[in-house]
C-alpha cells in the first residue's frame, strides 16, 4: 500500500518536508480554499499539485472536493452544482490526480464531543460520548421532538450529565459539535443547525440514499471519461445523529452504492475508524466483498461501548482486527495491477506533550501521533509482506 498523509494545504502547521520526513510517498489534499460548490480551475490544481511534487511526493487522494447541500437536497441550484462537480473531475483528470474521497453526511460531518480526552499515558485521544451527545440534542439544542429518539434510561442519564455541566463545560460540548471540525465543511450556529436538521429530517433515509444515487448517476460517467475515481467515506459515527437519515454506515449502504452505477470509476474509502465504530460491520469481510472497488483506506482504531460511545484507540489496540485487516488489503492489492497500489494514511493520531499547548494543531491531526500511527501501520505492513515473500 502507498503510504500517505493529510496535509492541510500551504497553511497548514505541518509543512511538506516533515510529511516526506515521516516516511508518506503520496499527499492527501483538497483545495480548502475555494467555496464549496466552485469548479476548481485546471491551473489551480496544477499548482498545488506542484507544491507537492517538488517536495518529493505525488497528490495520491483529494480529500475531498465536498459537495454543495443543494446536491443533497436536491434543491436550489443542485444541477449547476453537478454540473460545476462534473468539471472538477475532467479538470483533476486532466492533472493527472485520479482518486476522489467524498462524504454524503448530512449537516455535520465527522462529530466528536470530546477532542481531548485523557488516554492512561497522558496522551489525548478523540472521543464520541453518547451520554453527552444526548444531553447536548435534547437539554441545550433542543431539537424538535428529540426525546423521542432515545430510551428513558437514556434521557434520564443525560440530563443528569447536562445538570452536572459548567457553563464553560456546556460552551465547549457545543463547540465540539457542531463548530466544524478538519476537513468538514464548516460549521454552524444554534439556529442554523436547527433548521439544517429539519431540512435533512424532512427528506427521510430512502429519499436522501436516492439522492445520493441520482448524484452519482450524474457525475460517474465524468469520471471515468476523466479517469478518475471516486470513493465515499463512510458516515462518522456510523449511525443516525439528530435524527438525521445516514446512508453510509453498513456493509449493506456500501453494496447499494457499489451497484447503483456499476463502474470502475464507482467505489469507496474504507475507513476502519468509521466503519468499526459499529460492532456489525466485519472489516475484512467488507474487504473480501467490495475489494476491487475499495481505492482508498484510513485505517484507524477505535474502543466501542455497549450504548454507542467509543475513542480512537491506538492503531494497534482496538477492536477492530487492524492485522488481519491489513491482510486482507494485501491479498486484495496482490490480485490488482502492480502499477495501483491502495493508497492508506493512519488516520488522526493522538496528542502527545510536545503539541499540547500549540494553538495551531488540528484535532486528530498532530504531527507526532501520526508519525507514531503511521510508523506502527508500517511495521505491520512490512511483516506481513516478509511472511509473503518466504511462502
Same mark, same amino acid.
Given at each position: 500500500?502507498?503510504?500517505?498523509?493529510?496535509?492541510?494545504?500551504?497553511? %497548514?502547521?505541518?509543512?511538506?518536508?516533515? +510529511?516526506?520526513?515521516?516516511? #508518506?510517498?503520496?499527499?492527501?489534499?483538497?483545495?480548502?480554499?475555494?467555496?464549496?460548490?466552485?469548479?476548481?480551475?485546471?491551473?489551480?490544481?496544477?499548482?498545488?499539485? @506542484?507544491? +507537492?511534487?517538488? @517536495?518529493?511526493?505525488?497528490? @495520491?487522494?483529494?480529500?475531498?472536493?465536498?459537495?454543495?447541500?443543494? +446536491?443533497?437536497?436536491?434543491?436550489?441550484?443542485?444541477?449547476?452544482?453537478?454540473?460545476?462537480?462534473?468539471? *472538477?473531475?475532467?479538470?483533476?483528470?486532466?492533472?493527472?490526480?485520479? *482518486?476522489?474521497?467524498?462524504?454524503?453526511?448530512?449537516?455535520?460531518?465527522?462529530?466528536?464531543?470530546?477532542?481531548?480526552? #485523557?488516554?492512561?499515558?497522558?496522551?489525548?485521544?478523540?472521543?464520541?460520548?453518547?451520554?453527552?451527545?444526548? #444531553?447536548?440534542?435534547?437539554?441545550?439544542?433542543?431539537? %424538535?421532538? @428529540?426525546e423521542q429518539d432515545y430510551s428513558p434510561e437514556q434521557l434520564a442519564t443525560a440530563k443528569q450529565r447536562f445538570d452536572e455541566l459548567s457553563n464553560e463545560e456546556r460552551v465547549l460540548l457545543e463547540k465540539n459539535i457542531i463548530a466544524g471540525l478538519p476537513g468538514g465543511e464548516g460549521s454552524y450556529d444554534r439556529a442554523g443547525i436547527k433548521a439544517a436538521i429539519a431540512q435533512f429530517i424532512a427528506i427521510g433515509t430512502e429519499n436522501y440514499r436516492q439522492h445520493l444515487f441520482k448524484f452519482l448517476e450524474g457525475v460517474i460517467p465524468s469520471a471515468e471519461s476523466a479517469g478518475v475515481k471516486m470513493c465515499i467515506h463512510p458516515d462518522d459515527p456510523p449511525f443516525s445523529l439528530f435524527g438525521l437519515p445516514r446512508v453510509v454506515s453498513t456493509a449493506d449502504d456500501a453494496r447499494a452504492i457499489i451497484n447503483a452505477v456499476e463502474s470502475a470509476s464507482n467505489g469507496i474509502t474504507l475507513c476502519a475508524g468509521s466503519f468499526g465504530a459499529r460492532a456489525d460491520n466485519d472489516l475484512v469481510d467488507m474487504v473480501k466483498a467490495f475489494g476491487p472497488n475499495i481505492f482508498f483506506v484510513h485505517l484507524r482504531n477505535v474502543k466501542r461501548e455497549a450504548d454507542g460511545s467509543f475513542y480512537e484507540s491506538d492503531h494497534l489496540d482496538g477492536d477492530n482486527d487492524m492485522l488481519g485487516l491489513i491482510n486482507a488489503l494485501l491479498d486484495e492489492e496482490g490480485a490488482r495491477d502492480k502499477a495501483h497500489s491502495i493508497p492508506m494514511r493512519p488516520d488522526h493520531g493522538h496528542l502527545m506533550d510536545e503539541e499540547m499547548d500549540r494553538p495551531d494543531v488540528r484535532p486528530g491531526y498532530s504531527y507526532a501521533g501520526r508519525m507514531k500511527s503511521l510508523a506502527e501501520l508500517r511495521g505491520v505492513i512490512h511483516t506481513l509482506e516478509s511472511i509473503r515473500s518466504t511462502q
Open positions: 500500500m502507498q503510504e500517505t498523509w493529510r496535509w492541510f494545504g500551504p497553511t %497548514d502547521s505541518i509543512s511538506l518536508r516533515q +510529511i516526506r520526513q515521516a516516511g #508518506a510517498t503520496g499527499v492527501v489534499s483538497s483545495l480548502y480554499e475555494i467555496p464549496t460548490g466552485d469548479v476548481w480551475p485546471l491551473d489551480k490544481i496544477l499548482e498545488h499539485k @506542484a507544491l +507537492i511534487e517538488d @517536495a518529493g511526493m505525488n497528490w @495520491a487522494v483529494v480529500e475531498s472536493v465536498p459537495l454543495h447541500n443543494d +446536491i443533497k437536497t436536491r434543491t436550489g441550484e443542485y444541477e449547476k452544482y453537478i454540473e460545476n462537480y462534473k468539471e *472538477t473531475l475532467v479538470n483533476l483528470g486532466k492533472a493527472g490526480v485520479d *482518486t476522489v474521497c467524498y462524504n454524503f453526511m448530512p449537516v455535520v460531518d465527522w462529530t466528536r464531543t470530546n477532542l481531548s480526552y #485523557a488516554m492512561p499515558n497522558a496522551s489525548q485521544a478523540l472521543r464520541f460520548e453518547m451520554t453527552d451527545f444526548i #444531553a447536548y440534542d435534547v437539554y441545550m439544542l433542543a431539537r %424538535d421532538n @428529540a
